[in-house]
């Protein structure tokens, strides 16, 4: 008898959490440890497909392109992009902070499916680029902030950002094609613009907007055509770019004004008027019209 054997390549995947284990440069192996944070040192450094952690009190910074899956910052953790434009294709999880150090400084989240979490910050250099559906997840509390005295972008190129948690975007707009939906319970600081094109979306229960920049700012009409809670507050005029439909509570704070423009206001909550300016509300001869199913209240005057 003559016995024949089939041989098959067998392909295996490879994917290792690495861990910073002192402060150091990305691509240099004895700055991480495969074995957990402050372990002994891994024989290479991270690659694409890999995971990478930075602990705290470590500082990592790049020096190339790099790519990774899964990226978490732990707490008191920085992670420094060096100017470099990085990419991570899974989860976010940033409880430390992340330095756009440089004008050319260009972060991407390209996973379809992927999480943002966390309570740190990002400091953007140029744009922080998002595509593919994406959900910030209930627990994330996130700030998103510009170069100081320069306003830079967060952009949705592809897919729906969700929004959970609480985003805050200090010098720095909302941008892109993409949509952006803040989901029930969410809330969205906003200190500069929410871009024209982007679809974007506010009517969900229990979520806030928030124009919270110390200046002049347009609020635009959401996609989905109104808003929950509509705040206004930090200071300078906000300007109202369309009619306002907002079903839950206007509320008017810091030394912020509101001016509706050409366009009235339809609320279905509470009206509260509680900022300081000489003349926080621009009412000019457009109304605002009560038309709540429940009891409604007013803080302080409509009109000044």
């Given at each position: ?194 871009d024209a ?47 306002a439909d ?44 009560l038309d ?13």
């Amino acid at each position: 008898k003559v016995l024949f054997f089939l041989v098959f390549p067998i392909y295996s995947f490879s994917q290792t959490t690495y861990y910073s284990r002192v402060t150091g440069n990305w691509d240099v192996a004895a700055t991480w440890s495969t074995v957990g944070c402050g372990g002994v040192a891994a024989a290479t450094p991270p690659g694409a497909t890999d995971n990478a952690i930075v602990c705290g009190p470590h500082t990592v910074t790049m020096t190339a392109d790099e790519t990774i899956n899964n990226l978490t910052i732990n707490s008191a953790g920085i992670l420094n992009d060096g100017g470099n434009r990085p990419t991570a294709t899974g989860n976010l999880t940033l409880n430390g902070t992340i330095n756009g150090v440089a004008a050319s400084s260009r972060w991407t989240l390209s996973g379809a499916g992927a999480t943002i979490d966390g309570s740190g910050a990002c400091n953007i250099g140029d744009r922080f680029e998002i595509s593919g559906n994406k959900s910030v997840l209930a627990s994330a509390s996130i700030a998103f902030t510009g170069m100081t005295g320069v306003v830079r972008r967060l952009s949705v190129l592809s897919g729906t950002v969700t929004n959970n948690g609480i985003v805050t975007l200090s010098n720095t707009d909302l941008v892109d094609v993409g949509a952006w939906t803040n989901a029930s319970g969410s809330t969205l600081n906003a200190s500069d613009q929410i871009d024209a094109i982007i679809t974007f979306n506010a009517s969900a229960s229990g979520n806030t907007v928030n124009y919270n920049g110390a200046g002049a700012q347009n609020i635009r009409v959401p996609s989905d055509a109104s808003y929950h809670h509509l705040t206004i507050s930090g200071s300078g005029t906000k300007l109202l770019l369309g009619a306002a439909d907002v079903n839950g509570t206007v509320s008017i704070l810091g030394t912020a004004a509101l001016n509706v423009n050409s366009f009235n206001i339809t609320l279905g909550g509470n009206w509260n008027n509680n900022s300081t300016s000489p003349d926080p509300f621009i009412e000019g001869i457009q109304t605002v019209t009560l038309d709540g199913g429940a009891a409604q209240t007013i803080d302080a005057a409509l009109a000044q």
